[in-house]
């Protein structure tokens, strides 16, 4: 039973550019949450994917946006990236129908922005 | 706004030594808290607790929820140098979607 995957491992940006980050959530899941790991911190929520459309955000600007497609699989777009952008990315998923906070992460990706 | 604290913040102890991670919580409509381990990179559950489950245990690893003090513990005994890692507190909460809010995390070394 493959976990959840996220690609790529690590990317380096510049000031001002675009990122795609990719999440794969867990077999049988169906809901992809976002989260923001500054180093030393706990993660931030950013977003959350159900049935492709975001249920919430966090605190975050619209600078950061998603998508979630038929196959529960998630994108995470920032443009215009800050050096403050550079952080641990990390996709959770977990499974709507069971009403469930059970949330399992992938490894996440490592954005340097420079 | 929601917040988790947990304590300490950092930890050293030997081999053998028993731990217990600290955390407290001041939401809107609280739905679980949920204990995770961070060794390098992806958080790896390790308990989720609920008004109706406010005691677990897994091992060497055991976990009691207090909703009246609205805090939680972990409690590691016997503990290994396999043991070292950061230990996040989460608690789920329904705000038009499920959420998780984090606490700092806890950062446990356990020395030889």
């Known amino acids: 039973d493959a976990g959840v995957t996220q690609s790529p491992t690590h990317l380096i940006k510049t000031r001002g550019q675009q990122v795609t980050l990719r999440c794969s959530p867990k077999?049988?899941?169906?809901?992809v949450s976002w989260y923001q790991q500054a180093l030393g911190q706990g993660p931030q929520f950013i977003f959350q994917y159900y049935e492709e459309e975001e249920r919430q955000r966090g605190n975050f600007p619209d600078r950061f946006s998603g998508h979630q497609f038929p196959n529960y699989s998630s994108e995470l777009n920032v443009n215009a990236l800050l050096l403050g952008d550079s952080a641990l990315y990390l996709c959770?998923?977990?499974?709507?129908?069971?009403?469930?906070?059970?949330?399992?992460f992938g490894p996440g990706t490592r954005l340097t922005v420079t | 706004e929601d917040k988790v604290v947990q304590s300490p913040l950092s930890l050293v102890v030997h081999e053998g030594d028993t731990v217990t991670l600290n955390c407290s919580y001041e939401?809107?409509?609280?739905?679980?808290l949920l204990w995770y381990k961070q060794e390098k990179k992806a958080p790896t559950f390790l308990f989720m607790l609920t008004s109706s489950g406010i005691e677990k245990k897994s091992g060497r690893l055991s976990s009691i929820l207090d909703k009246k003090e609205l805090s939680s513990i972990l409690n590691i005994t016997a503990t290994q140098t396999g043991d070292s890692a950061i230990y996040l507190c989460?608690?789920?909460?329904?705000?038009?979607?499920?959420?998780?809010?984090f606490g700092q995390g806890t950062r446990l070394t356990i020395n030889p």
């Open positions: 959770a998923s977990s499974w709507l129908g069971q009403n469930s906070y059970e949330q399992y």
């Open positions: 939401v809107t409509n609280f739905r679980s």
């Open positions: 989460a608690v789920g909460v329904i705000q038009g979607a499920q959420k998780l809010v």
């Open positions: 077999s049988g899941h169906d809901t």
